[in-house]
């Protein structure tokens, strides 16, 4: 995949961990964190794409995507 | 029973067997088990083998003293209650050997031997006077006497009669117990066509089509003073329970009923008028979770630009239930949905936002179209209610302000929603352009072609909050379980390795290398102690899978 300039703010991602588990995020973990959220990006549209093919829809819907995001989510818990 | 029990046994048994066996072993041959040998020698060999087999055990004496114990005391509670005690006490004191024993019990046996009651209450003879021996002894005097009198050609068939009568009385008192016990039952199944008629519609309403889990369905549901967006408007995944939606239920008939009315087009400016009241100003929850398009259901609202009175009850939910598509299911033939899915679209204006021509990109002009169509339906009876009254130009003024306030709601809900945490802490999510970037890329690796809209966007935006957030407690838990402050690389590599996004063959660097830039990748390779650590983790999970 082509990156722009910048792929993400890693300050963003940082803060949003930080909020969430109330602990400090060491140096380089944001990276892999959003490795890791690439890769549920990446099943979550392979999933909302498969899903919105078969419903019979042209591109992907918020409703395929919201029909697999619980599963997606699933497929991800640690 | 004496044989298989061994000399002492033997000895008991003569005991409860009576005088009869008393006489066998007497005084002289007290020293018990030479005696019984003996004497069981003369009977068969099997009895010799078990009496041998019972000899050398030295315990059997003292279970069977305890066992006699009480059979002693049974003899001499018949006796007087003193001898008794007193048979008792001794015979324990005496019993120290097995020999004494023997002495002792055939020395209660003689006693009991030469009373005379033992003899008269063992036969039975005494028991004979009791009255009821009287009356037996009465009814045989009396029988020949009266069999003559009872055949009479009268009374033979009155006495079948009766016994007949009998008969059926039984049966009569047999019956009326019975059907008491099922009158007890009896109003129970009276009521539970009612209760079935009560209890049915709940059961089915609403948890059946939907992809409610086992451990929504079951969690207890909060007060909606307790409602967790209440206090945080996070619209977090979870912290909202699938049983919340069940408050929800109490909406249904109301809102199936208005929302009937309302495509009708009759009362439509009814509802317009009071949602109005609400919508004039908007809750921030409300606000979040509507924009976050969280749970939303299919944005049906384009039909009308207006809320539902429901909000009026405080009851801010959002149906969890997905989510029709309003292109493929135009709004007359909703009129002959279900109830549920009425209600399902009538809680669309109460959630979603309304998207105006303006908002929709190129792809819905269609739908808009149709929008337009169905607003041009109904807009007149919406205002001409209103226009008897002559609010008509409040009314339009009104309805134009809540729609400028939707959109710049939902202009800044797009900009920047500030969540907090379950830990009360803000945090912003990802912009939606580096969402909508990836999120593309994505989708067209996974072969649609077509780019993605607002809608779909914004449910991807919730779903990357509810990862977001649903990693970052299983990297604070394994931080927290590690006994550190910080979530350190291992914990994420820990926790790509349990989603089965790294193992053997795809190792954390290989997937960076795949998907993210260079520089990012020049990040993770700058740092050596960093390096390290993720490696042997990693040589740590491939040995596990070699083993």
């Known amino acids: 995949m082509a990156a722009g300039q910048k792929l993400y703010p890693r300050a963003t991602v940082k803060k949003i961990v930080k909020a969430h588990s109330k602990r400090n995020v060491s140096k380089n973990v944001d990276v892999l964190i959003f490795l890791d959220y690439a890769l549920f990006l990446q099943t979550l549209m392979k999933e909302a794409s498969i899903n919105a093919k078969e419903a019979g829809e042209r591109g992907i819907s918020a409703k395929s995507v919201k029909k697999v995001t619980a599963m997606s989510l699933s497929k991800f818990k640690g | ?547």
């Not at chain 2, 305890?66 to 209650?81: D, Y």
């Not at chain 2, 324990?92 to 002792?104: D, L």
């Open chain 2, 1 to 547: 029973m004496s044989a298989k029990l061994g000399g002492d046994a033997s000895q008991s048994a003569a005991n409860i067997d009576g005088p009869s066996r008393q006489t066998r072993i007497t005084p002289r041959n007290s020293d018990g088990d030479e005696a019984l040998q003996a004497a069981a020698a003369k009977e068969t060999p099997w009895r010799t083998l078990n009496q041998l087999a019972n000899i050398p055990r030295p315990t059997t004496p003292l279970r069977r003293a305890s066992s006699a114990g009480p059979s002693s005391t049974r003899r001499s509670a018949r006796r007087t209650p003193g001898t008794g005690h007193r048979a008792n006490g001794s015979g324990k004191k005496v019993a120290v050997t097995p020999h004494g024993r023997a002495a002792k019990r055939e020395l209660d046996l003689r006693r009991a031997g030469f009373t005379p009651g033992r003899d008269r209450r063992r036969s039975g003879r005494q028991q004979r006077e009791t009255p009821r021996d009287i009356l037996r002894a009465l009814s045989r005097h009396l029988a020949p006497k009266t069999l003559p009198t009872v055949p009479t050609p009268e009374g033979r068939p009155a006495s079948a009669a009766k016994s007949r009568f009998r008969v059926t009385d039984d049966d009569d008192l047999d019956d009326e117990p019975e059907l008491k016990r099922p009158r007890f039952s009896l109003p129970l199944e009276d009521d539970e066509d009612e209760d079935d008629s009560l209890l049915l519609p709940p059961r089915s309403a609403g948890l059946e089509d939907e992809n409610f889990t086992v451990q929504s369905v079951e969690l207890g549901r909060r007060a909606i003073s307790e409602q967790p967006y209440g206090r945080l408007s996070r619209g977090s995944f979870g912290s909202i329970r699938m049983s919340d939606v069940f408050a929800d239920l109490n909406d249904m008939a109301r809102g199936g009923d208005m929302y009937d009315s309302s495509v009708v087009g009759d009362n439509f400016g009814d509802d317009v008028g009071n949602g109005l009241d609400d919508e004039a100003f908007p809750e921030e929850n409300t606000a979040t979770l509507r924009n976050l398009g969280l749970f939303a259901s299919g944005r049906d609202s384009d039909i009308r630009p207006a809320n539902l009175p429901a909000d009026d009850t405080g009851n801010t939910f959002v149906f969890t239930v997905p989510h029709r598509e309003p292109t493929e299911e135009p709004a007359p033939e909703n009129t002959t949905q279900s109830l549920i899915e009425s209600i399902i679209f009538d809680q669309g204006p109460d959630e979603e936002p309304v998207f105006n021509e303006e908002e929709q990109d190129e792809e819905d002009e269609e739908q808009d179209e149709q929008d337009e169509q169905v607003d041009a339906e109904n807009m007149p009876p919406a205002s001409s209610p209103r226009g008897l009254d002559g609010d008509v130009s409040m009314l339009d003024t009104t309805m134009q302000e809540s729609e400028v306030a939707e959109m710049t709601r939902v202009k800044n809900a797009r900009k920047k929603k500030v969540k907090v945490s379950r830990h009360g802490i803000q945090y912003p999510s990802l912009p939606a352009g580096v969402v909508k970037k990836l999120a593309t890329s994505f989708a067209r690796t996974a072969g649609s072609k077509a780019k993605i809209n607002k809608e779909a966007l914004d449910a991807i935006m919730q779903a990357s909050d509810w990862f977001f957030e649903q990693v970052s407690d299983d990297l604070g838990a394994y931080a927290k379980h590690a006994g550190r402050k910080t979530i350190d690389e291992s914990d994420i590599v820990t926790l790509m390795a349990r989603q089965r996004q790294t193992n053997a063959s795809t190792t954390p660097f290989s997937l960076a290398q795949k998907y993210l830039p260079r520089e990012l990748l020049q990040e993770l390779r700058m740092v050596p102690p960093t390096k390290f650590k993720k490696s042997r983790a990693l040589e740590r999970i491939e040995e596990d899978e070699e083993d």
